[in-house]
Structure formats: C-alpha cells, structure tokens
C-alpha cells in the first residue's frame, strides 16, 4: 500500500503563501489525489482534487488563490496556496484514491 508524507506547512501571515508537498512512496500515477483540511471543531473538507491526467478542481473558497499539481515522475503532489487568510488554518492532509492517507501537516494564518 502507498505511504503518503505531506511537509510545507507551518506558520504564516496573512496574505502570505505556502507550498504543501505530498510524497508518495510509489507510483501515483494512476490515482486521483487530493488535499483535505480540518480546523478545530470542523468537519474534514475536501480543499482540492487531482485527476492522473492532471486535471483539478477546488473548493469554492479556495477557488483562485490554491493551485494543486501533481508530478508523477516525483511521486509527489503539491499544493501551492497564496494570499492565505485566517480560516485557511487547518490540518492538510493528502488523500490517494481510493483511501490512503497522510498524516497531516499544520497550516497556521495569523498575525
């Protein structure tokens, strides 16, 4: 079974940016992935999606700001996010269809 391992996030300001990896220990060429997010109290949601030919999609509210890519020569997924805002503080977790999880990663927006 892949083994997924996200690093990138941290702390930043508002309006700041980060780039979220996810590395694979095999090949994901063949997969959809994805990165979810959950903040305190939230429920987990899904933030951005990948299909193996590259195509994404995001969530409303990133919509514009986040850009998901994928290189499959890497084993690696990425997740670029800009002008970042405070309800963007969350735990990002990478997601390989059809069910295998990272640990997580915190993202921290604030001041």
């Known amino acids: 079974q892949v083994q997924l391992v996200e690093s990138g996030g941290g702390l930043v300001q508002p309006g700041g940016s980060l780039r979220l990896s996810c590395a694979a220990s095999?090949?994901?060429?063949?997969?959809?992935m994805g990165w979810y997010r959950q903040a305190p109290g939230k429920q987990r949601e899904l933030v951005a999606s990948i299909t193996p030919g590259g195509a994404a999609n995001y969530v409303d509210s990133v919509t514009g700001r986040f850009t998901m890519s994928r290189d499959n020569a890497k084993n690696t997924v990425y997740l670029e996010m800009r002008n970042l805002k405070p309800e963007d503080t969350a735990v990002y977790s990478c997601?390989?269809?059809?069910?295998?999880w990272g640990q997580g990663t915190q993202v921290t927006v604030s001041s």
């Open positions: 095999r090949s994901i060429g063949m997969h959809v």
């Open positions: 997601y390989a269809s059809p069910g295998v």
